[in-house]
């Protein structure tokens, strides 16, 4: 009996006041013109509209009513049928779409507010090893010894240093405290010589299945640890604060002011950004509830569950679109599979240019189809994390497998990054109408780590024009932290698969505006089984949209990442105003 949850569990739950079953689902998708005409809160006329919805993909204006579309039409179809009296707003000609949906975020507010960031979370900056040692310098002088010191959004090709961040340098920091220095990319981190002694990890530690500890050329440990190899630093030294993971689920709510705060700060930059839906990787669901309660959740959340949250939800027969259109379990958090694409560990069927290292995988096939059984009986949609070409073909062995054994109808597999494929898993992948989500930002932000594959294989990562071709609704997930979750960055990058650094990579990728905009909202709402109320601008689905200084059709397409949001509204609310 693993699945029993205790009473404290269920009040969670029962506390989430939420409500099941179907959204409102009869006025989707009818175009509403018949509809008593004095109804609208409000009316937005003269715009010019990219609805991404194909039975009329271009619109000038709209009503809303309770927060959903009432009509979309032309500025004169809308004023006609509509009586005087509603509020109007003119948008003399700007570009409209619907709101951004971002399916894999692990939303660290509490990171962003409360942790030493080492590198810019949300553009690319180049930093110096000076400046990440004094930064933590800072925060050693204020941390009693023993107790982690630790950096985050570290990332190694954004360094003006051109080396590797070293364990000596690491040292420089303290020599009382363990330090940690987090690479952005999550798998991947930086220890110094304390860390190493509390974690009784010398040159003699053979690495451990799924993960290394690095070493120079003479042998020396040079501080870089990854994928597996990680865990045993979690067990060791104090830490100052709880994770999101416990705080207030199983144990008394510690940290929940923290998570309130984290989850308020970063609910305002998704708005910001024109993000309306979010796919959240965990996180604690007391602190979503308040930040809700408190008004100042401006995202939607599709929740996605792990660890103990998971269990629960099996126990007490939860499944995903339990919720309502704010906060809805959605898919499993990512289930890992194999090692990260921008830190160079994904599990690759070829060796790693100029080694015989073929990346870091995480699991057994046997634990995963268990997994994924497991799971995927329970009525949960399934996500597992798969970056290279060898783990999505065991996620797909897996999930095949479960579906054999129990069918079940639309049950779109979610796969994480997806990110190189070829001929065959594409077409495993259509057979089962899996819904990946691959990163976003990365043709654009990760260009200057391209090289560390080659154009051969780029040629099949982050490979949209593929996915697409196949007939299968490739949305985005932009990782962050790893990634930043920006959606015009996003969109520049897809259609023009060139870098910051002007560098371009497996163009042959390339998707146009149109595609680009579907993939960061239609087709994140099919992610989660949501594209019946959200992802298009249509009469019935909920009003969340965003409004652009300029229209992305009328630019050039390295100037998309610069247009100005001017206004993000969700559920007919204006969330975020420029
Ligand atoms: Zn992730």
């Known amino acids: 009996m693993t699945n029993r949850i205790s009473r404290r569990e269920m009040l969670a739950l029962a506390g989430a006041s939420l409500v099941s079953g179907p959204l409102v689902a009869q006025q989707v998708g009818q175009q509403s013109k018949n509809r008593p005409t004095d109804a609208a809160d409000l009316i937005v006329l003269n715009a010019r509209v990219v ?89 050693a002088g204020q941390t009693p010894p023993g107790t982690w010191v630790e950096g985050y959004f570290f990332d190694d090709t954004k360094v003006k240093d051109g080396r590797q961040l070293l364990i000596r340098d690491l040292d420089q920091v303290s020599k009382d405290h363990p330090v940690a220095v987090h690479h952005r990319g999550g798998h991947t981190s930086f220890y110094n010589s304390k860390a190493f002694e509390m974690a009784d990890v010398n040159r003699q530690t053979p690495n451990p299945a799924g993960g290394t500890f690095d070493r120079d050329s003479a042998g020396a440990l040079n501080g870089r640890v990854t994928d597996n190899a990680k865990n045993i630093f979690s067990r060791v030294g104090k830490r100052q604060t709880q994770t999101a993971e416990n705080s207030g689920f199983d144990s008394p709510p510690v940290g929940l002011d923290r998570e309130v705060a984290g989850l308020t700060h970063i609910s305002k930059m998704f708005a910001r950004y024109g993000v309306t839906s979010v796919h959240h990787q965990g996180g604690s669901l007391p602190a979503i509830q308040k930040v809700r309660t408190n008004g100042d959740l401006k995202h939607r959340i599709s929740y996605e569950a792990s660890g103990k949250v998971l269990d629960a939800m099996i126990a007490a027969g939860i499944q995903s679109g339990f919720g309502d259109e704010w906060i809805r379990f959605g ?100 057979g089962l109408d899996a819904v990946p989500a691959l990163f976003t930002t990365y043709a654009y932000y990760n260009s200057d780590k391209f090289g560390f594959y080659g154009e051969d294989l780029m040629k099949r990562c982050m490979a949209f024009r593929t996915l697409l071709d196949a007939g299968i609704r490739a949305a985005a997930g932009s990782d962050f932290s790893p990634g930043p979750f920006d959606p015009r960055m996003a969109i520049q990058g897809m259609v023009t698969r060139t870098g910051w650094d002007g560098k371009t990579w497996g163009s042959n990728q390339k998707i146009s505006l149109d595609e680009a905009i579907r993939v960061n909202t239609l087709n994140g709402a099919y992610n989660s089984h949501e594209e019946n109320v959200k992802g298009s601008i249509t009469a019935g689905k909920l009003a969340d949209y965003v409004v652009l200084a300029e229209d992305l059709y009328s630019i050039p397409v390295d100037k998309i990442k610069d247009v100005k949001i001017i206004r993000t509204v969700v559920g007919g609310k204006t969330v975020y105003e420029g």
């Open 51 to 139: 609805t991404v919805d194909p039975r009329q993909p271009r619109a000038q204006a709209f009503a809303i009513k309770n927060g959903r579309f009432l009509a979309v039409g032309s500025t004169a179809d809308i004023r006609n049928m509509i009586r005087t009296g509603a509020p109007t707003w003119d948008a003399k000609g700007a570009a409209i779409v619907p709101g951004f949906i971002d399916t894999h975020n692990h939303a660290p507010g509490t990171t962003l507010l409360y942790e030493v960031l080492v590198g810019n979370p949300f553009e690319v900056e180049f930093v110096t090893i000076d400046s990440i040692i004094e930064k933590l310098r800072v925060r």
């Open 331 to 430: 898919a499993t958090s990512e289930h890992l599979i194999d090692g990260s694409f921008s830190e160079r560990t994904m599990a690759l069927s070829v060796a790693y240019a100029g080694t015989n290292y073929k990346g870091n995988i995480a699991t057994t096939q046997d634990d995963l189809n268990a997994w994924v059984e497991k799971v995927h009986r329970a009525g949960i949609q399934i996500n597992c994390h798969a970056n290279g070409d060898v783990a999505i073909g065991m996620y797909l062995t897996a999930f095949e497998r479960a579906q054999k054994l129990f069918p079940g109808a639309d049950a779109r597999p979610k796969i994480t990054h997806c990110t190189l494929i070829d001929d065959d898993l594409v077409r495993r992948m259509k």
